[in-house]
């Protein structure tokens, strides 16, 4: 019986090695948050590094990111992510998303929040977790993007509507 469902488990592990998700390769950056907003080079790379796999339309993805169903595991963090935040979608949302976005960014990077512990997990994407002097620096551009919103746009336009 065990011979049995030892064999059933590895012909279903090989059968979803074929059901791939969908990879999350775009080069589209025409709506891009550095079409709008000033973006240093140090900023931007720290969050390519970083940020972007899990937060814009291009994926770096790991080796083992062709393993079912690892691969779909990775594939719901990605949607996750950029469904919270995507920098490569920016400058589609509202105004008052996108400050919001800005004042997100802040908390999290103050609080710690990202990346996620399961993103680091046995020293994986070590290169995502960032040094204070980098958090120091995104933290530092995204208010700087929120001062300069402030100063271009109502007051009003930067506050995001709550649902009735």
Not at 54 to 71: D, F, G, L, R
Not at 95 to 100: S, T
Not at 140 to 162: C, F, G, H, I, N
């Amino acid at each position: 019986m065990l011979k049995k469902i030892l064999v059933g488990l590895l012909v279903v592990l090989i059968v979803i090695q074929f059901i791939k998700p969908e990879r999350n390769l775009s080069d589209d950056n025409t709506t891009s948050v550095a079409t709008k907003y000033d973006m240093p080079k140090d900023v931007d790379l720290i969050l390519q590094k970083a940020c972007y796999d899990c937060h814009s339309n291009k994926t770096v993805y790991p080796w083992y990111s062709n393993i079912q169903p690892v691969a779909w595991w990775l594939a719901g963090h990605v949607n996750d992510g950029k469904r919270h935040l995507n920098y490569s979608a920016f400058t589609t949302s509202p105004l008052a998303r996108q400050f919001h976005k800005f004042e997100e960014t802040v908390e999290v990077l103050e609080e710690n929040e990202m990346p996620l512990e399961s993103y680091t997990w046995l020293g994986m994407h070590s290169n995502a977790k960032l040094t204070d002097e980098e958090k120091a620096a995104v933290i530092s551009w995204a208010k700087a993007q929120m001062d300069t919103m402030r100063r271009q746009y109502p007051p009003d336009s930067l506050v995001r509507k709550r649902r009735s």
